[in-house]
């Protein structure tokens, strides 16, 4: 058994009603029992301990053993638990015990695991808790996991006459195994079991791998299985009637995977995991792609590559793809509150942009054009779908203030800082590991179907910014190292940028000569682009009167119209939404886009005509934005007119007026 039970023992015999801090505790179980054990590892049992309910907190930092701890006690001490079984008789004591368990609580859901009409979910967390034995049964299993996995499949066979059809999932829920992925790393870990969060750096293909294989002998007919532990299938050494030629008559596959986990720290935090699987399916292929943010649970393990090196992993038990699975742990009641104060809103994108950082005032243009950016066009088009926005000023208007709440409140945002970056960084890059050609991915491909916040954009060299083209434009990235074609890996994320003009812009300036260089390489990629020129006078006036009404007893303090919980739960609602464009909205868009050619023509401006086609991909996916966000499935004519609004703003704060397009930045350029 593992540490905890002993130290229950300990507590409930020797020192029942005593309180101790984690120091005291330490030395007198380690006086008493001749523990030789570290701090750092008995502070973690006794940690367990509690999150288990046997043992509380009466003040900080001060443990004693609880009501339930005493009874759990008293039971094992009972059973005789503290002394540790036969290995046999110690596992078929845990098949029992799981058989107990599921037909007690289980049972129901394992016929219909039988019967394939679900899959059985079997939590830790439920095992753990279940009557006297949970605890024996959650300690065997941080013991022993791979052969505890054995005994719940033996379990479940036991209480089906079917014996090979079960589809269940083993969920580790308990969060006392969480670590630092440096610290797993570490040799002392090797054996024990982490819970460990970060993003796939790369990975390998699921592969087929032989576990088992029945052999014939070709002389006598006697069959035999042996166990496979090399990629190279191995026979039996030798019939008992002396023959060794044998032929592979069948084998048991399953499918593998090798990665790398990076955690915050990036590539210098880093652990290699394996994860096995019997069945692939669609979910499973996505959550193991590079650049996935993954929580993975299992038992670090170590291989030794050569003769001097030992290189530590992890053997994945139990996943959780929390970026695709957030979203399924909001409350329906919250949902439906939410559709409900949508529903009574008169403007609900207004009410959206402005509740993103209440703090910043007086910056609702940039605010709306993030907003359009983060609720999108489609629901089903990862490629239609996504809205790139650019917002450029001058310093000190709050852009990365505004970054870092977006980042805070959508866990599908991934942040990324021009001046700090690299194009390894942003895009990736490809490695040779074992002399196999791997992806280390990028931001941009670790955002796929989210959302990549790029600060400081004017800070970003023109070669980094170049590669965003082909990510922009059709959501891959692709990778090419010598004669290795690695597949074109998928990029689909919405990119909100914002940096600085590359000198002060005043309110009457160009602004073409003071966008960053290499904006220009990504001018026809961005949908919005709003230039903040210095504010004038009057603008900056009513500034200030906002901010020093906040300290006076006569200025409101307004609430925004969401909070932090429900914006993460409408721009789901809105994101889920699919609007078609209707025929209304199409001619109102025609109808624009008509008169601005006809303006373009009398203005002698051949680059509009050019360009028509970007505002005829751009405004159909604005206005189905503007329908998303009232949770409408059909536009109007209303969204239409709304999402030019939107469009010519962005234009009129580059100096472009009707009839002009971004072609016609040149000519400020050239003028200044």
Known sequence: MSGQIPILQWWYENHEEEKYGLKKAYQKYCEEEAYEGDKETFGNLLRKLKDKGLLEKPSRGVYRLSENGKTKACYIKNQGLNELPESNEEYDEIVEELVYFLEDRKEQEVKNAYSGLYKAEICLSEIEKYGQNGLMLADYFEENPERFIEALEEALDTISEIQDNIDYEFKIDVDYYETEIYKARDAENLGEIVTLEGTINYASEFSPEAISAVFECVQCGDRYQKEQEDEKIKSPYKCDCGSRKFELESKETVNRIDLKLSGQKGFNEEIQATRTEGTLTKRLVDAFKPGKSLRITGVVKEKQPNK?????YVEILDFEDEVTDYVETIDEEDRERVREKVEEL?????AFSSSLAPDIICQEQMKQVVAASLIGAEADSKQDG???SFVVSNPGVA??????FVKETFPDTFLSDGKNTTQAGLIGTPEQEDG???YKAGKIVQADEGTLLLDEFDKLPEEHATALNR????GTVEID??????????AYASIIAAGNFTEELDEFSQVKPYLPDHAASLMDRWDLLLALREKSDEEKQKINETILDKHTDTGVEREPEFSQKELLIYRELARETNATLTEPAKQTILKWLKGNLNIAEVKGNKAFQKDSRRHLETLPKLTKMFAKSELREETTMRDAERAVQLLSMCKESLGLSDGETYEDLEEQEVKA
């Not at 001097?308 to 530590?312: A, L, S, Y």
């Not at 008169?346 to 207004?350: E, G, H, R």
């Not at 852009?399 to 870092?404: I, Q, T």
Request: net charge negative; no cysteine.
């Open 471 to 474: 990510p922009m434009s059709n």
């Open 399 to 404: 852009k990365s203030d505004l970054m870092s």
């Open 436 to 438: 196999v050609w791997v």
């Open 308 to 312: 001097t090196e030992v290189t530590p």
């Open 346 to 350: 008169d403007n609900p994108f207004s």
């Open 386 to 388: 996504r809205i790139h």
């Open 481 to 490: 190292k010598g004669s290795e074609n690695l597949e074109d890996l998928p």
